[in-house]
Each structure stands twice: as C-alpha cells, then as structure tokens.
C-alpha cells in the first residue's frame, strides 16, 4: 500500500455495478443533481420553514429539521457514493454507456460547485476513477485538473485523507499528455468540436505538481509528490529522447525556463525545490529524506539534453551541505535515523559523481567533495570557522560520526579514485579482473611442464604478501608467453577491499617509443683497430707509503713494538720457535694458492683471446630476476626503516603469507567469491487472469502465446541478458554464481593445457540458442537472467518456471507434502541456515528428502539403492555447499525478497500466492525464514496503453521505497526503468534498517585481515630477506610455519595485536 493508505481492498464478490445502478441509479442521481440549475447554480428562495433549493416543486411537503445545508450535504454524499460505485469496476466489466454518460455529466456539474462538501466527496471518494479502464473518462481530465488547482496548492482548504486522494488522482493523470499527445479534449456541452489537446495540459500538470510538492506538510503526502515528481521528470526526458525531431514543446529562454514544461527545465525546478526543502525543513524525517534522496538519484541517472552542469554542480553542492548539517547535529540528536539519512546522501553522491564525471574537473566540486569525505572518516574538517587555524590530516584524531558514515566515506573515496570516468551507464563497469593465478599460470612460457597441476600447487608459484592489512598481494615472477625482449617481468594480483586487479610490470629504462630508435643507434660500430704503438712499459714497484717517510728520522717510540723478523732471531727454540715455523708455512701455502689462482686466469684469458684481435663477446643476457624483491623495494616496502616505522605492538607494513597451508586456497576462494558490490534478485512472475496456483503461474512464460506482447518488452528494459555460463557477475543463486559456483571449482582442479579466458561480463553481441517462442522462461536463472549492475549495486532479474534443472528446492526441501496430501504450513524453503527442522550437531544441514521417497515399493532394489546414492550425493554437495557459504553470510543482511508481478486482471492481485511461490526464489543467501516477500510491485496494463502500478509489502519505519508509488499510472517507455530503481531503493532501505549489514568493502577486508591473521610467515630479518631470492615453490617456509602452529608457537605473539577485532560495523 502507498505511504499512509488505510482503505481497505474491494470486496472480490462485490456485484457488478450495472446491477448495483440498476437499484439505487435513479435515486443517487437524483440526489446528486439537486439545487442545480444550467441557469443560476445554487438559487434557492424562502418559504415559511426556511430556505429550500428552487429547484424543488412548490408544493413538496418538507420537515422542519431539514435547510439549504443538508440539501448539500446529501448531494455531497450522493456524489461520493457514485464515484466509489464506479471506482470499483473490474477489470474487463463492461457498463451501460446511459450510465457512464450520466456519471459523467454529473461529475462534472459537481466539480464545478463552489461548495467545499460537494467538491471534498468527488476528491475524496475518486482517487481510482482515472485508473479502472473507463470509457470516455479522459473527457473528465481538463475539469479535474481545475479542480486540483484550486485545492492542492492551498494546504488549508483539503486536509488528511482529502488531500491524500487529491494527491492519487494526481498521480493518475501525470502520464496522460505525453501518451495521448496532441488528441482533443472535447468538452461535453461544445458544439464546435474544439477544445484543448492533452498536450495542453503538461505546463499546468508540472506547475501544479510543483506548487503543491511546496506547500505540503503530511510526510506520506510529501513521499507520494517526489515519487510522482521523477516519474514525471524521467517521462519527459524519455519522450524527448526518443522523439525529438518532432518535439512540440517550444524552447525556452532564461526567461520563461520556471514556467516550461521541458526535461530541461523540470529538471532545474525539482532540483532546486528538492535540495532547498531536504536541508530545511525535511531533514528530521527519515523516510521524507530517503525519498528526496532517491529522487536525487534517479535525477542523476536521468539523461536531460542540453543539460546545465552548473545546475548539477550546485546539485552535488547542496548534497554535500546535507551532510555536513547532519553530521555536525549536537549529539543528543545523533541516531540511527540520522546516520541512516546521512549514508543515503553519501550513497546518492556516489550515483552523482559517476554519472556526471566532468563534476570533479571543476576545482571548487572536487574541494566540496573531498571535504565531505575527510568530515566522514574523521569527523573534522581541516579547514574549521574563520579564523580558526588550519588541521593537518595527521593531527586529527579520528573520531567519526558513526562507523557506519566512516565506511560510507571511505566507498565513495575509493569510487572517486578507482571509478569515476570508468563508469558506463549501459554496460556498468567490472570493478573486479577476471584474471586469477589460474589463467596467468597458463600464460607460461613453459605450457607443458604446468599441465595437471592442481589448484594447490598453481598458487604456490605466487608470493603472497598482505599490505598495511587491506591489500593481499600475490606476486608471479616468471616471464609471460607473450613477451618478446627478456625483461624483469612481475605480474601482480591485488585483492583489496573494492575487488581484484591483475598487472603486469616490466622494468624500462626508456619508454617503448623510444626503445627502438635507441637501440637501432647502438648497434654494433665494430672493433677498433689495434695500435702497433703501445708505449714504454715502466717497471713501477708499489709501495704502502710514499718514499718520503723513509727520509724521516726514526726515534725510540718507532721501535717500541718489534717486528717479527727481530723477535724470531731472538727466540732460541721451544714453542715460540714452533710457532714461527707453522706461520711461516702458512704464509708460503697462501703465496701458492694465489699465484696457482693468478696463472688459472692467466690460461683461461688465453685461450678465450688466443690473440689480442680476438673480439669481444657480451656475457649472455640475464634471465633470472628476482623481480618481486625489485617491485617491493622500488616501492619502499622491504625497506629496514620501513620495517622499523610500522610501531611496536603493531605488524610490518608488509607481511609475508604462507600459501602453503592447507586452508589457504580455500580462504582465497571465500574472498573471490565475497563480492565488491551489493547483490540483489528480483524475481518476475506473470498471472493471467483468474489464475490462483503456483504451478498455473510458473507455466505462463513458456511461450509468447500465453503472455501479454509487451511483457517480453518490458522484460528487456530491466537489463541485459548475459549467459549464466560466462557470466563473473551476480546470477540470482549461488549455485550458479561464477564467482562462487561449485561446478566451475571442480572444474579447476586440475590445470589443463589450453583455458579459455572468462568471457566479458556484459558481452551483448554473445547469443546463445533460444527459444524464440519462449514467453520470458529463458532468463529463469539456468541459462540466461536478465543483468543490471553499477558501480556500488548489481542486481539479476529473474523469471521462474516449473522446469528448473538447476533448482532442486522443492525435492529437498519437501515445500508441498505430496506424500500426505497436505500442504505445508509455510512454503519457504529453510535453507541451509534454518534450524525448524534440525537437530542436534546436524543443524546446518539442509532437512532431508521425506522418507516415503525412499521407500517406495514401486523402485526394483537396484534403482533404489542408485536412487539413495544420487540423493546422499545431493546432501552431500548441498552440506558442502552450505559450509562454503557459512563462510561469507557473516555481516550480510537477510535476503530481500522482491516480486515482480504482472497481472492481467487487476482484482488477482489480491489473492496473489505470494508465500507459495517463495520456495521457487531461493538464492542461497537466506540466513532466516522469510514469511513474506519485503516488496511486491503489481503491474497492470490498462486498455489504453498505460500501466497502474499496485505496491505491497510489510510497513517499515522507513516506508517503502520510491519512485514507484501504490496507485501510480506509468507509460511504457519508463516501466522497466522504474521498476528497477525502485527495486534498487528497497533493498537499500533494507539494508539501511539492518544493524547487522556490512558493506561489501568492509567484509573484504575482513577477509583479509582474516588471511593476515591465520597464514602469516614470522621470520627474522636475514630469513626475510633471503627469501626473495629462493624459488617460491619451495615449502620449507610452508613447513616451518605448520610446525611452529603444531609446537603451540603463535606467530602474532611477538606483534601483540588482536587483528580479531579489525573493522567493525
């Protein structure tokens, strides 16, 4: 339901309403037609008991009790009466042409009386007139568009649910003159036949919606504006995208731009309302803010021609204020809500910043922003109030609003460095390389010694290093195939907390353009020739001292220590002379050895140069680097003062890991898989009319004959279709993610010769074999989905069938009781973190198949017992697969379940087996058992071309999401787009209303702080550094770490640091 909707849904056994008019039709439209006269409205005249209507016969006998006033309120109510009948139609029921023409005559001559009751019952009973199919309704938009003009603009004459219904119908006639362009409007009394045209109406619409989004107070009637206030903007741009060489809107001047009905100028106006009121008055209310800041969001997604950038730069400006007056509320203000509004805006910034790049060339942009971001992870500003003096960055003391804001502000930063211009709104952008230690292995030189290895001993010909406890390192020093010139070679991969990125280094002395022309100038000149005269050779005998301390006198003091010679003539025999002789001897040995040395080179010169013509031969080129020990201190980080400077009680700035260890590959694989962006589902479903089972539904996207021709269309427009094979990003389940998928692991075992580079993520031009007849069954999540992915969000959208290979919920997880007859008390698989059917230490395992299957007399022994294997096998890869992902639930917020519901009869959607269907939208990232799906967005295509839109889900204190509001009427060309934002904007109020989440940069670098502090090598100094220049493969270092974990030895013992506690939400 919409934001602060309390009306209840129509009764499904209510009577047609031929039958109902039948009835009572003559008396209510009688009544609604008292007092009215096409001459004078409201003439009345006096009669001895009061003043009756004139249009009353003279001699009606009337009681005492009743004057002009009831007369009012009777037709007030006799109007609101008729406009509920008639809202209340059925999808496909048809009505008396008398009695539409009645209704319509008679709305009509109501909307123009003056009287606040009777124009209060029409608004207030008639907030689904414009969306149940009516014929001839549009001739009843101009006289409702006056009547909106004259109430929603001015907050004191409608209130509470008045104006919420005035706010509906508005809602409902937004998408009207962009759809019927320029179709007539023809009055009912014109006899001309000229009246204005739908499109006529636009400038009047936008002003309205404006002035009322101004003056309004009630916080859902605010949320159901700004939602109406970007479908309108998004309506606009669209239509002038796709049509504007036949665009019939005028262009406007500096002068007229507050007035004009253009993207452009809608675009400035909301802007500008939006940013003014978010810091003034709405900042207190949380899910007014969330609002603002998603339209704020979808503004920026919004491709507006001829856009103003210094209208997007005050934009990011205003945003960034919002921050700061939040972030610097005294601290009784301070709370969950706050921090909430405040990652919002900084999530918002981040869409305004990689949509609209050229915003950070402008130096004052790029100040405001950076500014903000330091105020978030600090919790100061360096530059403070005037006057103040400047704060250094390593001054501060951080103390930041919250460590939710700190995080936010660290995201955006590394988007801005790693992101920003990157960024393509059509494909998104790969924030991770799909190149990993096992297709670099096979970029080797020498292919055939690296065929069969495993997993295990592909990583250990890498060096692994974890860098200030954010970045794990791993280091490939061997030569790649590709490489022509043997250079010193490094291929680097770093996992941090924004993804994997894969390099290749080589040491240059020159750039490469210039490469070649210098060595083309140091080619060989040749051997010079020799020169018969070499000169006099001087027998020169070398001295220790220059000859003219012979020349000095010596004294007494000279001769105080003997030489040996004096001592030795002295000494007449015994030990002393024994002594001298075995020095002596040792002496005469080294004389030898030296000159035995000395005539070796001697003969080895000869005969390389036989004769001093003899020309000279380079040593041969070098092919052995230790080029990680190069990389790593061209760096400064193997330095001895680098080591020193990391504190006492703290790790080094780099820390070797040992890859050798048995549970490091699997570590390694729990970080690959733990993805840099948030991942989301969406699952689609479509119910034809009447239809009320699971299995009826799931098999109307079998084929385009059972399925509305648009329903395709819009499917399209939600995102791309990728190949789940291919795909390395989010496919919707993790049994088939890439990233994390069992199959594609086994597969890597062993290393083969030849593997295929992971196709591109977002590869379009790649077409799989479809069915081209299919109905939407294709994209069901086990050959293709339907992909959208951002710099922060990714999300599949995915329509189920009955005929999943890959999904084996319902035989596991025994979702109906086939075997009792019975169904099930709740649908909802429990997953693998479900403990309802657990027991004991078997609590973590998925509930087994029931028992009866087993058993069954109809299976021969020997297809039983192949029977029960295959399903201990399931249980087995299913237990497996649990404990894999055990490992990354932690930090990660329940599943957000969002259905996608397209209906073709209305009144379906409120008997919608939304439980029933839960079990076909397993994902495997439910860690609780979901009771209802958090969101579900009905759509319904209406006779003349536009959608209505019918939102459920359970209330939150954030409310639901926007720009999608329940009620809303939608064109065609923004369906998809709304559908998807507004998916996007729930399951981010979801998360925001999770204590427990963590963003995916912070479970990252968990991970690797996890890596730090399991695999760590602790060596001294000269181990350290020796180790660069052994092989990595080499396990001595592997078993000395297993063998001080096994002594009880902790190698983090001497550093004295808990790494345990690392970030925490």
Known sequence: ??????????????????????????????????????????????????????????????????????????????????????????????????????????????????????????????????????????????????????????????????????????????????????????????????????????????????????????????????????MFVMDTAAYEETDRASLNLGMESPTNLLSSDSAHALFVRATYLVCHRLISTWKVDLPVSLAALELLNGLARTKVHDQDALECRRAVKWICDFIIHQCSRPPPAHSKDLHSSIVAAFQCLTTWLTEHPYLLEDKDSLCTVLEVVEYGISGTKSQGKPGEALKLKDEKELKPVSLRVRDSAEALLT??????????????????????????????????????????????????????????????????????????????????????????????????????????????????????????????????????????????????????????????GGQDSYEDSRLSMILENQIQDEKKIANKILEEFDEIYTNLRTEC????????????????????????????????????????????????????????????????????????????????ILSNVESKNTSHPHFLEFLLSLGWPVAVAHHAGWTGKTNTNLKGSKTTKENAKTFPVKKEMPKSVHNRNEEPVQNENHGGSLYNGDTEILYWVDVTSEIAFIVPTGKSELDINKVLWNVSNASTGGTAKSTVPPGPMDRSNSVGKDEDKPPRPTQPLLHSKSLESNTAERFVQHLQNL????????????????????????????????????????????????????????????????IHALRNGLFRIHLEGPSLRMGLATPMIDGMVVSRRILGNLVRQTSLNMARRKRLENDNFQPPHVRRKQKIQEIL?????????????????????????????????????????????????????
């Not at 602060?4 to 047609?16: H, I, L, M, N």
């Not at 990157?422 to 030189?445: A, C």
């Not at 990125?501 to 083309?520: C, D, G, Q, T, V």
């Not at 330095?639 to 820390?655: C, E, H, I, T, W």
Request: hydrophobic content about 35%; charged content about 20%.
């Open 1 to 230: 339901m919409s934001p602060g909707s309390t009306r209840p849904a129509p009764a499904a056994a209510r009577p047609k309403i031929n039958s109902i008019l039948h009835l009572f039709g003559p008396w209510l439209f009688e009544a609604s037609l008292v007092s009215y006269d096409t001459s004078f409205v409201g003439d009345t005249r006096r009669t001895s008991r009061g003043s009756v209507p004139a249009a009353l016969p003279e001699n009606i006998d009337i009681p005492n009790a009743i004057t002009i006033d009831k007369y009012y309120q009777g037709r007030a109510e006799a109007l609101g009466i008729l406009c509920r009948i008639f809202s209340s139609k059925k999808t496909g029921e048809e009505i008396l042409p008398a009695y539409l023409a009645r209704f319509y005559i008679t709305i009509r001559k109501g909307l123009k009386d003056s009287r606040s009751e009777v124009l209060g019952a029409i608004l207030s009973n008639s907030w689904n007139l414009m969306r149940v199919d009516m014929d001839g309704v549009s001739m009843l938009v101009p006289i409702l568009v006056s009547a909106l003009e004259t109430v929603l603009p001015n907050k004191e004459n409608l209130k509470g649910d008045l104006r919420r219904s005035a706010i509906q119908l508005l809602l409902s006639i937004l998408p009207l003159p962009l759809h019927f362009m320029n179709l007539p409007l023809k009055e009912v009394t014109d006899r001309n036949g000229q009246g204005m045209t739908f499109l006529q109406l636009k400038p009047r619409l936008a002003n309205l919606l404006i002035n009322t989004l101004q003056t309004e107070t009630d916080s859902a009637n605010v949320q159901m504006l700004l939602g109406g206030l970007i």
């Open 415 to 572: 988007v801005i460095f790693e992101q920003v211009g990157r960024y393509t709104p059509n494909n998104g952008v790969k924030t991770s390389s799909l190149v990993d230690e096992f297709v670099l292995l096979n970029q080797l030189t020498n292919k055939s010694s690296n065929a069969g290895l495993s997993r295990e001993e592909i990583v250990n010909y890498f060096r692994y290093f974890v860098i200030d406890g954010t970045i794990l390192l791993g280091l490939l020093e061997d030569p790649l195939e590709n490489e022509q010139n043997p250079q010193p070679t490094v291929t680097a991969i770093l996992r941090c907390p924004t993804g994997r990125h894969a390099w290749n280094l080589h040491l240059r002395h020159m750039p490469r353009h210039k490469e070649k022309s210098f060595s083309s100038n140091l080619s060989n000149p040749g051997r010079p020739l020799p020169m018969n005269d070499i000169g006099v050779y001087h027998e020169i005998e070398h001295r220790y001292f220059p000859e003219s301390t012979d020349r000095i006198i010596q004294c007494k003091a000279d001769n105080a220590i003997p030489t040996w010679e004096a001592i030795s003539s002295t000494i007449p």
């Open 617 to 696: 031969v380079p040593p041969p080129m070098s092919q052995n680097f230790q080029t990680a020990r190069l990389l790593l201190s061209h760096l400064g980080l193997i330095s001895f003062q680098n080591r020193l400077d990391s504190g006492v009680g703290a790790p080094p700035k780099l820390v070797p890991i040992d890859s050798h260890h048995v549970e490091f590959l699997s570590e390694l694989d729990s970080l690959d898989s733990t993805s840099c962006r948030t991942c989301d589902t969406v699952h689609i479903f479509y119910v034809r009319a009447g239809q009320r089972k699971p299995d009826e």
């Open 875 to 938: 249980e087995k890869e299913h237990l497996e697969e649990a404990n894999r992902m055990k490992k990354i639930q932690a930090g990660k917020t329940r599943d957000t379940k969002i259905f996608v519901v397209w209906l073709e009869s209305f009144e379906d959607s409120f008997a919608f087996p939304a439980n029933e269907l839960l079990g076909y939208t397993y994902t495997g990232l439910e860690n609780s058992v979901l009771t209802e799906p958090s969101l579900i967005i009905f």
């Open 1013 to 1065: 502090y399991k695999f760590p090598l602790v060596m001294s100094e000269p181990e350290f550094y020796a180790h660069f220049y052994q092989k990595p493969t080499s396990s001595e270092q592997g078993e000395k770490f297993q063998h001080q974990q096994l002594s009880g030895y902790h190698p983090f013992n001497e550093y004295e640091v808990d790494l345990t506690k690392g970030v925490k939400v």
